[in-house]
């Protein structure tokens, strides 16, 4: 199927652009935020399969493979795509585990691999650890595809959607630096190897300090993969302790933005250290309203949600879909977060 999508971001004084691309089939992201390696062997894939499947008609099954089952960002996300496949005519199943942790994701994808489902797209919690399971659900004739973050070896997906996420990390590179005036150490938290989207979060941002903002220090980045968001919190408040001029942070996910907060809330320093946190739930936004954090980068799980079904729908239908597509994200601040045109990038744990 031939099809152009698009994304947008509100250009305001207080909205920075962070645009997503535009895909045509078997095409890939152009621009910055492509998925290292989610180009020619993805393309190519999806060109295959397009010449090779026979068009199917009836109702494809398709199964959601989330990150984590209980976080705003892929519930909202689910939301999205249950929407989509009540319109079309799909039948969803959605799972995940309750933690971010390959070992967990991993018997999840072998039972919906028993189940046969025509179509599978996950998010995977390990770029190469969730290989050899979406391999062997390929070697059973499931078209795979991927949300939000990817695999190293995209030879194996029909598509992929997923944030622009490292035009993403410079957005929130340029938002941190206006905050603290341009200059002093920032520090970055929850950068995390084999996880896509937080490498490229972390590319985008330290690029563009490098190439804008000589005067901005950075520190470094904190691994935040165990303890949640206490345990995170403990890990910022020690680099607090051990950095007196640190005026600014960038939390690259949910937790790691909570946790971030708290050490600073902790410290008394609330507004003296500037957050620039990732996501938009219901937590981040009140404390975005109290001054916490003083902007949010947000993205669109819903609409990734609903552009992985109709890609969904299209490979089971023996069409093609775009090798990748880019979704938008917006800079949130406590002046726009009422504004009509930004709520819809704030997430929800319920369908409305």
Same mark, same amino acid.
């Given at each position: ?23 045509? /089939? ?13 180009? #020619? ?18 109702t494809p099954k398709v199964t959601f493979i989330e990150g984590v089952d209980n976080d705003p960002f892929y519930q909202t996300m689910a939301c999205g795509a249950k929407a989509e496949a009540t ?44 290989? /050899? ?15 939000? #973050? ?129 996501? /938009?739930? #219901? ?39 775009? /090798? ?29």
């Amino acid at each position: 199927m031939n099809r152009v999508r698009s994304t947008f971001v509100l250009a305001t004084a207080t909205v920075l652009a962070v645009a997503g691309c535009s895909s045509s /089939a078997t095409s890939s992201t152009k621009g910055s935020g492509a998925t290292p390696g989610a180009g #020619t062997s993805a393309a190519a894939t999806s060109a295959a399969d397009s010449t090779s499947a026979a068009a199917k008609s009836g109702t494809p099954k398709v199964t959601f493979i989330e990150g984590v089952d209980n976080d705003p960002f892929y519930q909202t996300m689910a939301c999205g795509a249950k929407a989509e496949a009540t319109k079309v005519g799909v039948d969803l199943n959605v799972q995940g585990a309750n933690n971010w942790d390959v070992s967990l994701q991993t018997p999840i994808v072998q039972s919906v691999v028993a189940a046969h489902p025509d179509v599978m797209f996950i998010a995977p919690n390990d770029a190469t650890g969730m290989i /050899a399971p979406l391999k062997a659900g390929k070697a059973a004739g499931i078209k795979v595809g991927t949300v939000d #973050t990817t695999i190293n070896d995209t030879s194996l997906l029909s598509f992929s959607v997923s944030t622009d996420n490292v035009a993403a990390g410079a957005a929130a590179a340029d938002a941190l630096a206006k905050l603290v005036g341009g200059k002093g150490s920032v520090l970055l938290v929850g950068e995390q190897p084999g996880v896509s989207t937080a490498v490229q979060r972390g590319l985008g941002f330290r690029a563009e300090l490098k190439n804008k903002w000589p005067n901005i220090k950075y520190i470094g980045n904190l691994f935040t993969n165990t303890g949640g968001v206490s345990g995170i919190a403990a890990l910022v408040s020690a680099k607090i302790a051990g950095t007196p001029d640190l005026v600014g942070v960038f939390a690259l996910a949910t937790d790691q933005s909570e946790g971030t907060n708290n050490a600073i809330r902790a410290a008394g320093k609330a507004g003296k250290i500037k957050v620039v946190g990732f996501d /938009a739930d #219901t937590t981040q936004v009140q404390q975005l309203k109290q001054g916490v954090v003083q902007a949010l980068v947000a993205q669109q799980p819903a609409e990734i949600g609903k552009d992985a079904v109709d890609d969904a729908l299209a490979v089971y239908q023996g069409k093609s879909a775009p /090798a990748h597509t880019g979704t938008g994200a917006a800079i949130i601040t406590a002046s726009n977060i009422d504004d009509p045109a930004i709520k819809k990038y704030v997430y929800s744990a319920t369908c409305s």
